[in-house]
């Protein structure tokens, strides 16, 4: 690799937003991430033997859906949704208090992929050759020699951290340990695939005041094919005490989820994927952080406002343009 190169680290939609701002400038750039897959998050898996007829459906277990604002994010979404990647979903979730369906609450437009939202960050990636990519990578150590920066044996002359912040203030100067403390809430995202639909026609709840669950999704509504497949949140504070064991709670969030949906069935399959980083508690206001004269920053949806995939995607692109 070129020490004239900058380094993404992260290949999350930030860091792919990231790496298109900066080849948009004719920049060389090279991306390293530890999955062996793109998009982070926005993750998104295919179900294989799980002894239904819904082997080769595509799950969201990561990010459930986004919205979009921002008119440059808008714009961007309407070029994903004429290209066939994104759909518009919904504007209508339900509501549960506790164990029970209260309302619907209308709100702005859910988008969702038709592939799974791992996909966008995919299709974001199609200009970016293989040999641009190295995964599955995890940079252990960064430094700098006061002309290049090292990331274990990668050399550049700019790095960008598009990772959660406690991950990316492993690689940053001291100052930034302590000058941005954000908690990070964790997630354990319960998958189930049940043999025929068995609940009412419902896109998703929000599930206040439970103790197990905070949201279901209807995969098969979210993804337009009908698969009767649900995802349920479990609770951050539950989540914490199991992220060494995550299917330790898979039973307790199928109860909670079929108790809110009113299902008598069991699942015939189920699994538990844990998000130790799923979201921070809030964002910080600044579009990114960048250390002008050393050439290092960091996107990610930890800025640009509130946690989510579209703050990630202004985020990153930001930090691009201003590397460039
Ligand atoms: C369960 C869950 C539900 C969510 N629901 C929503 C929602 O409904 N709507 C919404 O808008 N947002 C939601 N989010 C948040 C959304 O997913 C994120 O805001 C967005 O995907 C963040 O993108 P990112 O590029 O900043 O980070 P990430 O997607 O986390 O990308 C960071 C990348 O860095 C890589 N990496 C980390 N450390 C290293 C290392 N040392 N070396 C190399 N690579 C490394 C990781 O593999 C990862 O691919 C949810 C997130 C979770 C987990």
Not at 108 to 129: D, T
Not at 180 to 200: D, L, S
Not at 230 to 247: T, Y
Not at 253 to 264: D, E, H, P
Request: one cysteine or more; hydrophobic letters at 45%; glycine letters at 10%.
């Amino acid at each position: 690799m070129s020490s004239q190169q900058t380094l993404i680290i992260g290949g999350g939609i930030s860091g792919i937003a990231c790496a298109n701002a900066l080849r948009a400038s004719g920049a060389d750039i090279h991306i390293i991430d530890r999955g062996r897959v793109l998009g982070g998050r926005m993750a998104s898996r295919r179900l294989r033997e799980t002894g239904t007829a819904f082997d080769g459906h595509v799950v969201d277990y990561g990010a459930s859906y986004f919205t979009a604002s921002d008119p440059e994010f808008v714009s961007q979404v309407n070029e994903w949704i004429e290209s066939g990647v994104v759909r518009a979903w919904t504007d209508g979730f339900h509501i549960a208090e506790g164990e029970e369906i209260i309302g619907v609450k209308s709100g702005p437009m859910r988008y969702a992929a038709p592939a799974g939202l791992r996909s966008i960050v995919e299709h974001m990636a199609s200009g970016i050759s293989a040999e641009q990519i190295t995964q599955p990578y995890e940079v252990a150590g960064l430094s700098h020699d006061g002309t290049s920066f090292h990331a274990d044996d990668f050399e550049a002359s700019a790095v960008a951290l598009c990772l959660p912040l406690p991950q990316a203030q492993r690689f940053a100067p001291p100052e930034m340990l302590t000058s941005i403390e954000h908690v990070w809430e964790p997630v354990i995202a319960v998958t189930a695939v049940f043999e025929e639909r068995c609940w009412p026609e419902i896109d998703g709840v929000f599930v206040n005041d439970n103790p197990v669950i905070t949201w279901i999704a209807d995969d098969g509504a979210r993804r337009g094919d009908g698969a009767p497949v649900l995802v349920a949140h479990v609770n951050p504070v539950l989540a914490a005490g199991h992220l060494d064991d995550p299917d330790s709670v898979t039973g307790l969030a199928i109860a909670a989820m079929s108790r809110v949906m009113g299902i008598t069935e069991l699942p015939s399959w189920a699994s538990a994927h844990r998000w130790s980083l799923a979201k921070p508690m809030a964002g910080e206001p600044d579009l990114m952080w960048l250390h002008p004269e050393l050439r290092l920053g960091m996107a990610g949806d930890a800025w640009a406002g509130s946690p989510k995939v579209e703050s990630a995607w202004l985020s990153g692109r930001a930090l691009g343009a201003a590397l460039s």
